[in-house]
């Protein structure tokens, strides 16, 4: 087992040259991409279990980085935060205005009753998404393919566009 932690060690680090550059790609800051860069490398470190022998390396790396900052910006998109201008930059957040809760929860309303007006075959894997399971632990808990777990999803959603729009 040790031969095969080194041999993963070995060939992590004779494949990272390209993840700086392309880390700063995608953040546009050297920074950012400093910290996207080493949380990549430990995210395989950390899973190097699941890495599988003969896999292209370059390419798993690569996914892993995409991952992590997609989910880091879907993350920071959600945090609704703005910058105050002042000299010290506090973050304010921006839940001061205030809302019709009436026809928010007359949406919400709409919005799970057409859910749950889905078929079967696509509610079930929808709502275990929108609960916040990544697509293959919905794959594994449903015991179907990864791509079959996508599609349902994605015709889901269709469904749902569908149906919300005609109110």
Known sequence: MKSLNQSFDQLLLENTSFLKPFAINLTRDKDAAD??????LCKALANKDKYQQGTNIRAWLFTIMRNIFINNYRRKSKQKTIFDNSPNEYLLHTSATVKNQGITNVQLKE???????????????????????????????????????????????KLLKEQISRY
């Open 35 to 40: 910290d996207l860069y080493q949380d990549t």
């Open 111 to 157: 919005i799970r009753k057409a859910i749950h007006e889905l078929p079967e075959i696509f509610k079930t894997p929808f709502l275990l998404y929108f609960e916040g399971y990544r697509y293959h632990e919905i794959a594994e808990a449903l015991n179907e393919p990864l791509g079959t777990i996508k599609s349902r999803i994605h015709f889901a959603r």
